[in-house]
């Protein structure tokens, strides 16, 4: 046999092939297992140890690229947080379209769905340029931050929600970030959540993964979801299958996939040195 | 128009995998149609953003004269094209950096002092060795002051490389499984959201 073949593989075929497997389980779910990790789960409890009608700061950090794996992440804290009343406040700090048509969105489609309205229950603040600086100025001045309108431009006191919310020091308990990088973690630890000693957690992009287990691990981060994964580690844990889920089987495939070829590449190399040896 | 939207996203979608095949004019046509848009969106955002709060509402509207003084450095960054006086762009950029030196000695020993307190533990776990080894043999691989080319010391060395090499395998990994999660939204967009082929 020909093993150099194996390490020659035409890369355009990987990708057909890549493709078709993980489009296979779109048509049809294999519903194979997700574990739930223990990031995940400090996410779900930091959330669920909140006083029924806490404020939540939401914020949907992300553009469109990494939106399939943030979006799940949103809904399923929607789901969470209204099942206990909470109260959630919605910002964007990547992406001036996306992040808050998402937030909007994604947020809406629950609130509709478990009777929730927008201005009394939850708002979406939108985006605001200069994440660091906006940041600064919302921990005293909400209001002042925002520039006095949310993300439709309606003037903030017509909205009984931000009565109550005036600034994140005193009207906010929990911090919920979802990023792919910047404004990341850094920032929101810097200018909020360190100085007003306010928990902090959310999910990234996995791409992050690496990069936040040291937040994790000293405490500055209460539990993490990655990617895509999290996000369907979360909806398992809030007891809501959703679009995270949904994905899982073909991110699975994807990865079964790579694994294959990164070993049959492996075997093609090992045997063909061996056998050149050999000669 | 949503369904018209998601059909424009999938064309751009394929003809941007066309690359995959090999460069061709359809991935070029839509490669110069994102940048042109990004740079067109950029320019109106900035006019409409920065511009004209800060200058013709702040400015002239509200006689807040004191953003002249920014806006007249930042403006500074022109002289680049001016033959002569190119250093003039520098005054700009030194300001722009000392902000955020001060800036970042001001706020960022809030987020690295726990990780650096986070370090000092009992050795009462293996975990805990192994990451008390970890960060010793990295700090000592990256000391580059003391010869490690025999003994003890390039060994240990040689654990910290290691365990980096470890952390990018692993980061990759990440990258890799996060890529992957791209291609699931843009199938998600063509099979479901444009052919309504999947739920």
């Known amino acids: 046999m020909d093993w150099e073949k194996l390490q020659n593989i035409d890369i355009r075929i990987l990708y057909v092939i890549i493709l078709f497997c993980m489009a296979i389980p779109m048509f049809k779910p294999i519903g194979l297992p997700v574990a739930v990790s223990e990031n995940s789960r400090k996410v779900f409890q930091v959330i669920e140890d909140l006083p029924d009608g806490s404020v939540i700061w939401v914020s949907h950090d992300t553009g469109s690229g990494n939106a399939p794996e943030l979006n799940p992440m949103i809904s399923a804290l929607a789901r969470q947080a209204f099942r206990k009343n909470c109260k959630l406040v919605g910002t964007a700090f990547f992406s001036e379209t996306v992040g808050p048509t998402l937030l909007y969105d994604y947020i809406n489609e629950v609130a509709q769905e478990m009777g929730k309205e927008y201005g009394v229950d939850w708002i979406n603040l939108g985006y605001r340029i200069n994440a660091p600086a906006t940041l600064k100025i919302m921990v005293d001045d909400v209001w002042q931050g925002a520039g006095g309108v949310d993300w439709a431009g309606d003037p903030l006191d017509k909205f009984p929600l931000m009565q109550q919310v005036r600034s994140i020091r005193n009207d906010v308990d929990l911090l919920f970030v979802t990023t792919v990088g910047s404004p990341g973690y850094g920032d929101w630890m810097q200018y909020v959540a360190e100085p007003l000693n306010k928990p902090l957690t959310g999910g990234a992009s996995l791409t992050m993964y690496s990069g936040v287990q040291h937040y994790i691990r000293s405490g500055q981060l209460k539990g993490f979801l990655g990617g895509l994964r999290g996000a369907a580690e979360y909806e398992q844990l809030v007891d809501h299958p959703g679009q995270g889920l949904a994905g899982m089987d073909a991110q699975s495939m994807g990865h079964i996939t790579v694994l294959v070829f990164l070993l049959l590449g492996n075997i093609g190399y090992f045997m063909a040195r061996s056998k050149n040896g050999r000669q | ?199």
Not at chain 2, 37 to 56: N, S
Not at chain 2, 64 to 79: N, T
Not at chain 2, 111 to 127: A, E, G, H, R
């Open chain 2, 1 to 199: 128009m949503e369904q018209f939207g998601n059909i424009v996203s999938s064309i751009c979608i394929l003809m941007a995998w066309s690359y995959l095949i090999k460069e061709n004019a359809v991935y070029n046509f839509a490669e110069h149609l994102l940048v042109g848009m990004a740079v067109g969106r950029g320019i109106a955002y900035t006019i409409e953003v920065q511009l004209q709060p800060r200058i013709v509402d702040g400015i002239i509207g509200q006689g807040r004269w004191s953003l002249i003084i920014p806006a007249i450095i930042g403006c500074l960054i022109y002289f680049r094209f001016v033959r002569g006086y190119e250093w003039v762009s520098r005054i700009c950029m030194a300001v722009w950096i000392g902000y955020g030196a001060g800036n970042f000695l001001a706020f960022n020993p809030a987020t690295y002092m726990p990780q650096i307190f986070d370090s000092f533990f009992k050795l009462d776990s293996i975990d805990n060795v192994i990451y008390f080894l970890v960060v010793i043999s990295i700090v000592w691989y990256f000391i580059f002051t003391v010869r490690k080319d025999s003994g003890f010391g390039q060994q240990f060395s040689m654990i910290g490389r290691y365990a980096l090499m470890i952390a990018f395998g692993s980061a990759y990994g990440s990258i890799t499984m996060a890529y992957l999660s791209l291609i699931i939204g843009q199938l998600q967009i063509i099979l479901r959201d444009t052919l309504h082929l999947v739920k």
